[in-house]
Antibody, heavy 118, light 107 residues
Framework: EVQLVESGGGLVQPGGSLRLSCAAS????????MTWVRQAPGKGLEWVAN????????YYVDSLKGRFTISRDNAKNSLYLQMNSLRAEDTAVYYC???????????WGQGTLVTVSS | EIVLTQSPATLSLSPGERATLSCRAS??????LAWYQQKPGQAPRLLIY???NRATGIPGRFSGSGSGTDFTLTISSLEPEDFAVYYC?????????FGQGTKLEIK
């Protein structure tokens, strides 16, 4: 069974940093693109970033470029999202997803809440 | 950026009825469109990918159609567990984008 478990969310002050992790199991992690998608409270979904199977290609939504970095460790079956210079508008639940496309999230974690507030 | 517009915003129907949800793209996305279901407090669930392909484990009452700029998700006979928010999403061009969602509520 595919399992994705996010961690690392929490309360952070504006301008601060946070690193999210996603632990994957139940599939060959190194064979899939992986994705982060976020959802602000009461709002819709936003596709944040994608990373290729071997980490050689990474894509970010324009509004986040330079502040967020997606990475992965295939030896640890883990996906990461390093978030710097956080703003109030980054407050959201962050989901990791297995990507069978790229661009098709077929299995999702339960999400981790990031709150940016002073 | 490709904008996806879903209609209606809210759809009120009864169990057993047929649901038709629409998604229109601001430019052609070919067949690179997916549909997701999301219930309160839960992660999205993939229903349909590439316009008409049902994801693993998705019941046959869910079907997708369309290409280019106009797409439809049809639920042939609503079950109580189908009342949720539905999102379309395109993967034709980066950044991948979602529609704003259609809330399917019990009438």
């Amino acid at each position: 069974e595919v399992q994705l478990v996010e961690s690392g969310g929490g309360l952070v002050q504006p301008g601060g940093s946070l690193r999210l992790s996603c632990a994957a199991s139940g599939f060959t992690f190194s064979s899939y693109w992986m994705t982060w998608v976020r959802q602000a409270p009461g709002k819709g979904l936003e596709w944040v970033a994608n990373i290729k199977e071997d980490g050689s290609e990474k894509y970010y939504v324009d509004s986040l470029k330079g502040r967020f970095t997606i990475s992965r460790d295939n030896a640890k079956n883990s996906l990461y999202l390093q978030m710097n210079s956080l703003r109030a508008e980054d407050t959201a639940v962050y989901y990791c997803a297995r990507d069978i496309g790229p661009g098709i999230g077929d299995n999702w974690g339960q999400g981790t809440l990031v709150t940016v507030s002073s | 950026e490709i904008v996806l517009t879903q209609s209606p915003a809210t759809l009120s129907l009864s169990p057993g009825e047929r649901a038709t949800l629409s998604c229109r793209a601001s430019q052609s996305v070919s067949s690179y469109l997916a549909w997701y279901q999301q219930k309160p407090g839960q992660a999205p669930r993939l229903l349909i990918y590439d316009a008409s392909n049902r994801a693993t484990g998705i019941p046959g009452r869910f079907s997708g159609s369309g290409s280019g700029t106009d797409f439809t998700l049809t639920i042939s006979s609503l079950e109580p567990e189908d009342f949720a928010v539905y999102y379309c999403q395109q993967r034709s061009n980066w950044p991948y984008t979602f529609g704003q969602g259609t809330k399917l509520e019990i009438k």
